[in-house]
T-cell receptor, first 109, second 112 residues
């Protein structure tokens, strides 16, 4: 069963920032936090991951709460191509990623 | 730049038939995975292979068998298909544990 909690859906206006939340109520000290997204009719693609510190890459930023019970994926300027289902995943094994139902992001032109 | 290639893309089976889903990656990755995704649901791990010659059960292994033929290829076999196995199947690979997953484009399987 998925160990993370995410809202089922969110909306954002195009070119505005989007903050996608995730709760990790059972996370352990060795669990990495991963984010993937799945565009319509495609396989998931990696977005970002981290352990304790905030992380940035060309796609997004990941903010991790100090107690690690929550994380936020930040898309700095949403585009129509960012419309997808976003999954946050906890993983301590390194090879058993459990995907929940994710957050379906709608980007409004 | 092929990445992870799955065949076939679509398949229709009758209950009780068998078939093998093929997956190959050209990134020299050690780990490979099979997931299924039911409509409106997230992905569930069926089996994974951390390295050539090893396989382990994931969350939903019942009704499936896998073979890690070599480092490139990881196949998923349905011996006796059931309607409950109607789903989209995704293969993925990663360089090693904790590294990011690369997914194929999926196989849409319908069992009538």
């Amino acid at each position: 069963d998925a160990k993370t909690t995410q809202p089922n859906s969110m909306e954002s206006n195009e070119e505005e920032p989007v903050h996608l939340p995730c709760n990790h109520s059972t996370i352990s000290g060795t669990d990495y936090i991963h984010w993937y997204r799945q565009l319509p009719s495609q396989g998931p693609e990696y977005v970002i991951h981290g352990l304790t510190s905030n992380v940035n890459n060309r796609m997004a930023s990941l903010a991790i709460a100090e107690d690690r019970k929550s994380s936020t994926l930040i898309l700095h300027r949403a585009t129509l191509r960012d419309a997808a289902v976003y999954y946050c995943i906890e993983d301590s094994t390194g090879n058993q990623f459990y995907f929940g139902t994710g957050t379906s992001l709608t980007v409004i032109p | 730049n092929a990445g992870v290639t799955q065949t076939p893309k679509f398949q229709v089976l009758k209950t009780g038939q068998s078939m093998t889903l093929q997956c190959a990656q050209d990134m020299n990755h050690n780990s490979m995975y099979w997931y299924r995704q039911d409509p409106g649901m997230g992905l569930r791990l069926i089996y994974y292979s951390a390295s050539e010659g090893t396989t382990d059960k994931g969350e939903v292994p019942n009704g499936y068998n896998v073979s890690r033929l070599n480092k490139r290829e990881f196949s998923l076999r349905l011996e006796s298909a059931a309607p409950s196995q109607t789903s989209v199947y995704f293969c993925a690979s990663s360089g090693d544990s904790y590294e990011k997953l690369f997914f194929g484009s999926g196989t849409q399987l319908s069992v009538l």
